[in-house]
């Protein structure tokens, strides 16, 4: 049973939906659903929710397998960060429980393609800010255990063995316990994701990683200099780490202006923020990375605002019909819209048996 065709009006998107679905690697409706709707998964088939997510955009976007983010904030003692992880993987399970014809849990490109075949979008964890495992790669272990997928080193701050983008640098990186969890998640099959992370952390990452790293939802540092970026000479090391840059939507990461903006207290006028600029972002990975190393990361439901035209999980529709205005192929598109990330995907696809 085919999905339903998505909002797309360009006949070269069309013809690239049929090569591959939209897999999204970063949406926060977890931790939305936490903040303002008690955890509550009712009510996603229709348009009454205060959520940028529910079944019918995420249709119309074109989204056929989604990384739900389970994200515990920073400064949380270790047990209370373990157990907001845990309580965001029962909500993603509840979600698909709620509405088995739309979702199916999944964590292989195997278990994605066979949730296309049967019109269902694909539901993946990703944990976001590595206090998810309290210090412990016995809980990493666990986490694994329940098809967690890949796990952000890092979110807003520091941990205890890797370095933020957005702190005060205090261990020049990685620690050595921190390539420990580097080392258990390649064993694992968990995918190191380098969004939020410093870029000491990326390129040490990089350097001990035996198996590709994400960005689940960070843009092109070149192209807006925020500190969520990712600079080209990580960018470029990609090709050889066979890992992705999965483009966010973030107004902050994709707009110069839009950032300043939003930091000096969003007086004035708000800065456009345009479907263009996101695809200039693409565009630049693409020519430094390679297109076989970019993807889509929105970030939907993680933050208030989004790019014109995009202001919800519907806008993947906005982006794709620019692109194949640009004169991207149906085949490139494919690989940036989901191809690239499910060869990730198939590469990790097994735990090592190394101990």
């Not at 965001?88 to 509840?94: C, G, N």
């Not at 261990?171 to 420990?180: D, K």
């Not at 952390?201 to 590709?212: E, F, N």
């Not at 806008?315 to 989901?338: H, N, T, Y």
Request: with cysteine; charged share 20%; proline share 5%.
């Amino acid at each position: 049973m085919r999905s339903p065709r998505p909002a797309y009006t360009h006949p070269v998107a069309l013809q690239a939906h049929d090569l591959s679905q939209i897999i999204d690697g970063h949406n926060d409706l977890a931790w939305s659903s936490r903040t303002v709707a008690g955890y509550t998964v009712e009510g996603l088939d229709g348009p009454e929710h205060p959520f940028k997510t529910d079944i019918n955009l995420l249709r119309a976007g074109g989204v056929g397998a989604q990384f739900w983010s389970v994200y515990s904030q920073g400064g949380l003692p270790p047990s209370e960060a373990v157990q907001y992880t845990l309580e965001q993987i029962d909500f993603i399970h509840r979600l698909v429980r709620r509405y088995p014809d739309t979702f199916v849990l999944a964590r292989t490109g195997s278990d994605i393609r066979t949730a296309w075949d049967r019109g269902q979008i694909a539901s993946l964890l990703g944990a976001e800010g590595g206090n998810s495992i309290g210090g412990s790669l016995a809980v990493l272990r666990v986490l694994a255990t329940l098809d967690v997928k890949y796990l952000t080193l890092t979110h807003n701050h520091n941990t205890t063995w890797a370095d933020s983008a957005t702190d005060v640098r205090a261990h020049g990186g990685l620690t050595g316990f921190g390539r420990e969890v580097v080392a258990e998640m390649n064993r694992l099959g968990v995918l190191p994701d380098l969004s939020h992370a410093s870029f000491d952390t990326m390129r040490q990452t990089l350097d001990v990683s035996s198996a590709p790293v994400i960005f689940s939802h960070s843009s092109s540092h070149q192209v807006c200099p925020h500190p969520r970026n990712v600079p080209d000479d990580v960018l470029g090391r990609l090709s050889t780490n066979g890992g992705v840059l999965m483009v966010a939507f973030v107004p902050e990461f994709v707009s110069e202006d839009y950032w300043h903006w939003h930091d000096d207290g969003k007086h004035g006028a708000r800065p456009p923020v345009t479907v263009d600029q996101v695809a200039d972002h693409i565009e630049h990975a693409r020519e430094v990375a390679g297109l076989d190393h970019v993807g889509l990361g929105s970030d939907y439901d993680g933050g208030g605002d989004f790019p014109d035209d995009m202001g919800d999980v519907s806008g993947f529709a906005v982006l794709i019909d620019r692109l194949a205005e640009r004169r991207w192929s149906a085949p490139e598109l494919a690989k940036l819209m989901g191809g690239n990330i499910l060869r990730v995907l198939d590469d990790t696809a097994e735990p090592t048996t190394a101990t």
